[in-house]
């Protein structure tokens, strides 16, 4: 029988039920969700008895000090994640942390020079590339159906209130390229490989927000192949496709198209299929968030199975960083109006 991993989360505001449901359920494969922690005593209260937790703190340091954690969930806004996660790896606890990792690149890599300097543990819970319907897609082009992607088109459009869930959206200084560009362009890099340069344009389209809510990013990949990489939250269309990321990856041998509804169309040759590669409905899931949410939960095992073997999960603080860099070069691109190279990982 081997030892639960003791686990405890760190934020327990919008998305955070979302963890909290995913570590009860991991429950079966030994996680053991011990404390939860929010500077609002509100919320931690109410979190801690909302999924049966021991132990509840306002102040992460009193929980480090009274609890034996071995796995540190931060599932706080970005402003908190140096600080927090600098607390964390200090004490030597192996930690996660969501996304985005930081608001600018230096604090990105600060984490992750500290996580380095002392061994410790250091992820970046970025589920879409674990979401069930991408994973689908992420098969078929590791498999080789299509050989080597040669295009590709990442596209997440809609008109979906996500201010509602998320208000700060409206006040970020930059918005829609790191809230969610760091989904479509960590999808870019795992589907196309890592990349030479970027172009983007970005708009603000919304009189509410203050930055950017639409952006258009095209990619060169090292490997030659192109993709163009579009999101926005200003999307007028029907049905509304969110949360799905919608995408086709072309190779010489064919091509995946992941079509709204979640229908994936693979093509090898002269051959066509279709595949519903939808997201199941879990007890604690629903519609349309159900495929953000089971990609928590696989998002949270595959952490709790990398932190279990001594491995670098694959959303690591270094793996992340390539993608954060695409990030700050897209913001560099759409500043200059020229191409933009993705800065060396330090
Ligand atoms: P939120 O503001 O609703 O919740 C954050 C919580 O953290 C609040 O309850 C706040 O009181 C608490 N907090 C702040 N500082 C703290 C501290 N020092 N110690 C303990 N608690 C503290 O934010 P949210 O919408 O839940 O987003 C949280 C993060 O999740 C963001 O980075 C967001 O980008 C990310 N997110 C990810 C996904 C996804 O994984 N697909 C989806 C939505 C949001
Ligand atoms: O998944 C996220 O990071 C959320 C979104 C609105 C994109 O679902 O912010």
Redesign the pocket.
Known sequence: MTEPVRVAVVGCGF?ARNHLFAWKDLAAHGADLVAVCDIDPAKAEAAAREFGVPHWYTDMDDLMSSERVDLLDIATRMDTHGLLVGKAVAAGIATIVQ?PFAPDWDAAVAMKQSAEATGVFLAVHE??RFQTPLQRVRNVVAGGAIGVPTWGRIS?RTGYD?YAG?PYFYDEERFIIL??G??TLDMARVLMGEVEHVFCETQRRNPKVRAEDTATIMLRHVSGAVSVVDFS?ESRKLPDT??ETLLEIEGPEGSVILEPGLQMRVTRGDETSTTDVGAPLLPWTERPWHV?QEGVLITCRHMLESFRAGEPAETSAEDNLKTFAVVEAAYESAHTRRAAKPRPVP
């Open positions: 998305f996304k589920n879409f997440f996500v998320q809230d969610l760091v989904h939250y969110f949360p953000a």
